[in-house]
């Protein structure tokens, strides 16, 4: 097959099966035994997982910023972005949230379909719009910075150099309490 033709199939597995939510193209542009990252997925794997992603983001949307070939790859660049009014989605509740995913895939076929995906989607961002991290870098620093601190409380461990002034326990030596000490 040519890259052209290969092409052609990442476009209809992401137009008729991402976006328009039909089962039947999987049946098509997939291996039975297809993997994803590594796991071996099959198929039907691969279904109820993009069913979990559109059951999540009923409005899910996804844009290809590049579609490269070459030999049996195809690498896909894309943007996808959803309203979180769905079911639960990395184990969160509907946040009402647009999420935004960005990421790269590349997709390996093998005489027509689809045999492997290696998909690397950024999820730091998808778990900052979710409020499961915090952001960094300079806007949450200016954040942090304008929240009040509390100071840690003072430890109550005695400090070195009153530990210094003490005789060692079981030497025998104590000092009474009016200050007087035996000289020899």
């Known amino acids: 097959m040519s890259a052209e033709e290969h092409k052609a199939i990442v476009r209809r597995f992401r137009d008729e ?5 039909r089962l039947e193209v999987a049946d098509e542009v997939l291996a039975e035994a297809v993997t994803r990252n ?9 279904k109820r997982f993009i069913a979990t992603v559109r059951a999540a983001l009923p409005d ?11 030999g049996d790859q195809v690498a896909w660049q894309y ?4 309203t ?26 093998a005489g027509g379909p689809i045999v492997d995906i290696q998909d690397r989607a950024d999820l730091l961002p998808v778990y900052q719009q979710l409020g499961l991290v915090t952001p960094s870098g300079p806007v949450a620093r200016q954040t942090r910075a ?39």
């Not at 099966?17 to 939510?21: D, Y």
């Not at 899910?60 to 070459?70: F, I, N, P």
């Not at 943007?79 to 959803?82: D, E, K, L, P, W």
């Open 17 to 21: 099966r991402w976006l328009a939510g």
């Open 84 to 109: 979180h009014t769905g079911a639960p989605f990395l184990g969160v509740a509907p946040t009402g949230q647009v999420l935004t995913i960005a990421g790269t895939a590349i997709l390996r076929l």
């Open 38 to 46: 590594g796991e071996a997925l099959g198929r039907e794997g691969m």
């Open 60 to 70: 899910y949307r996804s844009e290809t910023e590049a579609l490269l070939a070459e």
């Open 79 to 82: 943007t996808s972005r959803g």
């Open 146 to 184: 304008a929240t009040p601190r509390r100071r840690a409380p003072t430890p109550t461990r005695p400090s070195r150099s009153s530990r210094a002034a003490r005789p060692p326990a079981g030497s025998g030596s104590s000092r009474s309490g009016s200050g007087a000490r035996s000289r020899g």
